[in-house]
């Protein structure tokens, strides 16, 4: 896993009392800062991570079985790979296509995840700010 990335970023918002205490409510139901709420909100809201809602379920499936395909492809490619004759070059390339193919698939799939969790978001705060 990757290092956990330096938050040397500060930003001041004002709150209303009553925000706040709705804020903080909020955050220690979630069981997490007021900062890691404002946060992941903020991701959301700027569409750089796809949303976890409801309504993600479905795409999170087909997220997880390209996961899984992606896993047998490299499984196939080490196969060809450790197989005591020379490796059978149309093999490979078979299952390095499918895994360039698969990895493009997954990236379009998080884009679109993100993009329409920006224009919801967009859409929720649009009259509240």
Not at 2 to 13: C, S, Y
Not at 82 to 94: A, G, S
Request: hydrophobic content about 45%; some cysteine.
């Amino acid at each position: 896993m990757g290092k956990k990335p330096i938050r040397d970023k500060v930003v001041h918002v004002r709150f209303s009392a009553e925000e706040w205490l709705a804020l903080q409510a909020f955050a220690d139901e979630a069981d997490l800062t007021v900062s890691a709420v404002l946060r992941q909100l903020s991701r959301h809201a700027a569409g750089l991570t796809p949303p976890l809602g409801h309504d993600a379920h479905p795409m999170l499936e087909i997220h997880i079985s390209e996961l899984l395909e992606i896993g047998a492809t490299l499984s196939d490619i080490a196969a060809a790979l450790e197989e005591r004759e020379i490796p059978r070059l149309d093999r490979l390339v078979d299952g390095i296509g499918r895994l360039a193919q698969l990895i493009k698939d997954q990236r379009i799939l998080l884009r679109e995840l993100c993009d329409e969790a920006r224009v919801r978001a967009r859409e929720a705060v649009s009259g509240n700010v």
